[in-house]
Nanobody, 124 residues
Framework: QEQLVESGGGLVQAGDSLRLACVAS????????MAWFRRAPGKEREFVSA????????YYADSVKGRFTISRDNAKNMVSLQMNSLKPEDTAVYYC?????????????????WGQGTQVTVSS
C-alpha cells in the first residue's frame, strides 16, 4: 500500500509562484511514474504533469507547459511541481498520483494511488 501526502498549496496572487511537494511512504516509489492532476471548482479532474520513474521524461498539459516544472527525488521518495506565473484558472485542488507503470501517462486509470490533495488558489 502506498500513501501519498501533498503539501505546499496556498493562496497567491496572479503571477506568483508555488512549489508543491508529494512524499510517498512506500518502498516501491522509485519503480513507478508519478503525476500531478487537478480539479477546479465545478470541473472534472484533469491531467497536469507526469514524470517517468527515472525522472528522465516529463509531460505537461498544454495549459501549463512553459510555466510548470515537475521533478522527482527518488532518494527522498518525493515528487515536486514548481508552478510559476500562476493564473486564476490554475485555481484547483492538486493531487499527486503514483502510476501502475514505470512510464507516465495522462490517463487517470493508469494511476493506482492518489493523495488527498492540496488547495491552490490564485487571485486576480
Amino acid at each position: 500500500q502506498e500513501q501519498l501526502v501533498e503539501s505546499g498549496g496556498g493562496l497567491v496572487q496572479a503571477g506568483d509562484s508555488l512549489r508543491l511537494a508529494c512524499v510517498a511512504s512506500g518502498r516501491t516509489f522509485i519503480s513507478y511514474a508519478m503525476a500531478w492532476f487537478r480539479r477546479a471548482p465545478g470541473k472534472e479532474r484533469e491531467f497536469v504533469s507526469a514524470v517517468s520513474w527515472t525522472g528522465g521524461r516529463t509531460y505537461y498539459a498544454d495549459s501549463v507547459k512553459g510555466r510548470f516544472t515537475i521533478s522527482r527525488d527518488n532518494a527522498k521518495n518525493m515528487v515536486s511541481l514548481q508552478m510559476n506565473s500562476l493564473k486564476p484558472e490554475d485555481t484547483a485542488v492538486y493531487y499527486c498520483a503514483r502510476s501502475k507503470y514505470s512510464t507516465s501517462s495522462s490517463r487517470e486509470d493508469t494511476y493506482a494511488y492518489w493523495g488527498q490533495g492540496t488547495q491552490v488558489t490564485v487571485s486576480s
